[in-house]
Nanobody
């Protein structure tokens, strides 16, 4: 079974914090790279943050650096995204994703094969 299920999205006031979780099936969890992406209506899906299989390398979009933190818990097969100092422009559907092989461009959507259904974050 290939499954990624996000949770934790909700409405929050600007300046607030959230932590998103993504439960990932064992089949997918061994993927080389996992990450978080987000999308708003009329815009392309954009990379937020990624982390490789053993947590050695992480990548963040410029606007997220210092505010968002990606982490993984291998015992729980779960990927996390901590979000602080949230801004209205952070409002989006957030998706977790996993690549099947090495990702040359970790923040680019085409690098990822497996996707979750998304969890909505609304910042007002």
């Amino acid at each position: 079974q290939v499954q990624l299920v996000e949770s934790g999205g909700e409405s929050v006031q600007a300046g607030g914090s959230l932590r998103l979780s993504c439960e990932i099936s064992l089949y997918v969890y061994s993927s080389y790279c996992m990450g978080w992406f987000r999308q708003t209506p009329g815009k392309e899906r954009e990379g937020v943050a990624t982390i490789n299989t053993i947590g050695v390398s992480t990548y963040y979009a410029d606007s997220m650096k210092g505010r968002f933190t990606i982490a993984r818990d291998n015992a729980k097969n779960t990927l996390y995204l901590g979000m602080n100092s949230l801004k209205p422009e952070d409002s989006a559907m957030y998706y977790c994703a996993a690549s099947e092989t090495y990702a040359r461009y970790p923040l680019r959507e085409p690098e990822y094969k497996y996707w979750g259904q998304g969890t909505q974050v609304t910042v007002s």
